[in-house]
């Protein structure tokens, strides 16, 4: 068993002291330590997107970065985020873009780094932005229709 190390993580804007060994993902630190449980352990390989988290701004699957790799950064969970992750709650909502939801947090976050970015993406830069994202339920049509309604309100 490996030694806790004492790190200060900056998740959603607040500076959390947290004990973790240097093998701790990130996502067993903000579910187990920080109660953040927005982000899913889905496949724990990096293939599904549902343990999606921000770093800086850009997605990334919290279930394959190391805790101890996010010391300095700036972290956002779904729980965290606003701005454009709001409109985009609010069209998946309205788009029936959630039905499980188990993907959801992974999709809104993923989707608002994409927005962030691009704010008028097209369907296709949607659909590659959002093609890490693992769905089991939508067929992802609503969800991107969700996205394209956020990023057409950018345009105008």
Same mark, same amino acid.
């Given at each position: 068993?490996?030694?806790?190390?004492?790190?200060?993580?900056?998740? /959603?804007? +607040?500076?959390?002291?947290?004990?973790?060994?240097?093998?701790?993902?990130?996502?067993?630190?903000? @579910?187990?330590?920080?109660?953040?449980?927005? $982000?899913?352990?889905?496949? /724990?390989?990096?293939?599904?997107?549902?343990? +999606? *988290?921000? *770093?800086?701004?850009?997605?990334?699957?919290?279930?394959?970065?190391?805790?101890?790799?996010?010391?300095? $950064?700036?972290?956002?969970?779904?729980?965290?985020?606003?701005?454009?992750?709001? @409109?985009?709650?609010?069209?998946?909502?309205?788009?029936?873009?959630?039905?499980?939801?188990?993907?959801?947090?992974?999709?809104?976050? !993923?989707?608002?780094?994409?927005? $962030?970015?691009?704010?008028?993406?097209?369907?296709?830069?949607?659909?590659?932005?959002?093609?890490? /994202?693992?769905?089991?339920? !939508?067929?992802?049509?609503?969800?991107?229709?969700?996205? @394209?309604?956020?990023?057409?309100?950018?345009?105008?």
């Amino acid at each position: 068993m490996s030694a806790r190390q004492t790190l200060v993580l900056r998740v /959603n804007d +607040t500076e959390h002291e947290v004990r973790a060994a240097l093998h701790d993902t990130l996502l067993t630190v903000l @579910r187990d330590q920080l109660q953040l449980t927005g $982000a899913k352990r889905g496949c /724990n390989h990096g293939v599904c997107g549902a343990c +999606t *988290v921000l *770093v800086d701004g850009r997605p990334v699957r919290a279930c394959l970065t190391l805790a101890h790799t996010c010391r300095s $950064a700036a972290i956002t969970t779904i729980e965290g985020a606003r701005g454009i992750a709001d @409109r985009l709650r609010e069209a998946f909502e309205q788009a029936g873009a959630v039905q499980c939801g188990f993907c959801s947090s992974g999709m809104v976050l !993923t989707a608002s780094a994409l927005l $962030a970015a691009r704010p008028a993406a097209s369907v296709e830069e949607i659909r590659a932005g959002l093609s890490g /994202n693992l769905c089991r339920c !939508t067929g992802y049509r609503k969800i991107v229709d969700a996205v @394209r309604a956020v990023a057409q309100g950018a345009e105008r």
